[in-house]
Each structure stands twice: as C-alpha cells, then as structure tokens.
C-alpha cells in the first residue's frame, strides 16, 4: 500500500520528549481508493494570449481516498476536436496554467482528481478565452506572415493604383482583424 504522509494537529498532542515541543506530529494515511470527491469552485484567474491560468479546491486532502495530482482536460469549445489533458502532480497542488494554447480562442476545461488507484469524477466544466494575439502570433512567437496574393492595378494616367490581396488565413487572424496597413514607396 502506498502511503502518503499527512500534517496533523489537535489539542490532545502530547510532546514524546523535549525536542519534540512545538512540533506538528507526521501521520501516515494509506491511500485505499479513487478519488472520491469531486474538485469545486473551478475558476480562470488569469489568462495570456496562449495560456489560461486556473484555480481549484478538493474538499478533504487528508482522506484515504485523498488525489495525489489532477489531471487538467481542455478542449476548443467551438468545432472540438478531442480533449487534450496537462497533469498536475501533488496532492496540495491546487492550481495550474494551461500552456500551448491557441490565441483569441474559447476553451472548455475540466479538473481531474487521480491517484494510484485511479481516476475520480471531474469538476463540472468552465470555459476560458485566450487573449488575443498579433496577427501570425503562433508557437509562442510573431511569424512574418505577410499578406497572400498581392495584386495590383493601374486604373488611370494620372498614377492612381487599386490594391487588392487574399485576407489572412482565419488561423493566423489571433483576434479581430481590425485592418491592413498600406505604406506609399517612393522611387
């Protein structure tokens, strides 16, 4: 059986000897189930453009049916396509940042208390959005996407030009495109 240490304190403590006062005696509790709680009041408390921030709370960490680490299960809520998980190890662990993430982007996440008996129930799901991101922000760095397809067209004598070009990729957007950038070269 594994066994996990676990900090216990009562008025009823008695000190063995004198190096012992004032000590917060240790008692080992074998784990001898699953999870049998369910992780509550789940919340976002920060997010980044590829990273959400989460917070937790597990009713009783000293059963013996206590988590020794969460597993953290994410996935796009619009269009999923499967939930991917991150794990927390530690039964005092109660919070984590989901990292790798897509910009401008609403997940919907789930905590997963584990231990070596295996998986117990999931906290009840809450969404979170990634901030938004420069156009060709992926992986953590600004790519030089440029703009597909540039075209352009002479319409008169007197030099005037129209221009036209393909809009960026919906992946590599990050956000609410809020317009191109034209610049005037001289030769």
Do not use: C
């Amino acid at each position: 059986e594994p066994v996990v240490p676990i900090t216990t304190q009562s008025a009823t403590d008695e000190p063995t000897d004198s190096t012992d006062i004032g000590k917060t005696p240790t008692v080992f509790v074998p784990i001898t189930g699953m999870p049998n709680q369910v992780p509550s009041n789940v919340q976002v408390v920060g997010e980044g453009a590829t990273t959400i921030h989460l917070t937790w709370e597990y009713p009783d960490l000293s059963s013996n049916q206590r988590p020794t680490g969460y597993h953290i299960s994410y996935d796009f809520v619009t269009n999923p396509q499967g939930a991917r998980t991150q794990t927390v190890d530690g039964t005092k662990t109660l919070s984590h940042e989901v990292v790798g993430l897509k910009p401008y982007t609403l997940y919907s996440i789930k905590v997963i208390p584990y231990n070596e008996k295996g998986r117990g129930s999931s906290s009840a799901e809450v969404q979170g959005e990634t901030k938004r991101a420069a156009p060709g922000y992926a992986d953590g760095q600004l790519h030089d996407v440029g703009v597909p397809n540039v075209r352009v067209k002479v319409l008169d004598d007197r030099g005037t030009v129209e221009f036209t070009w393909d809009p960026l990729p919906d992946d590599l957007v990050n956000g609410i495109l809020q317009g191109y950038k034209v610049s005037k070269l001289f030769k």
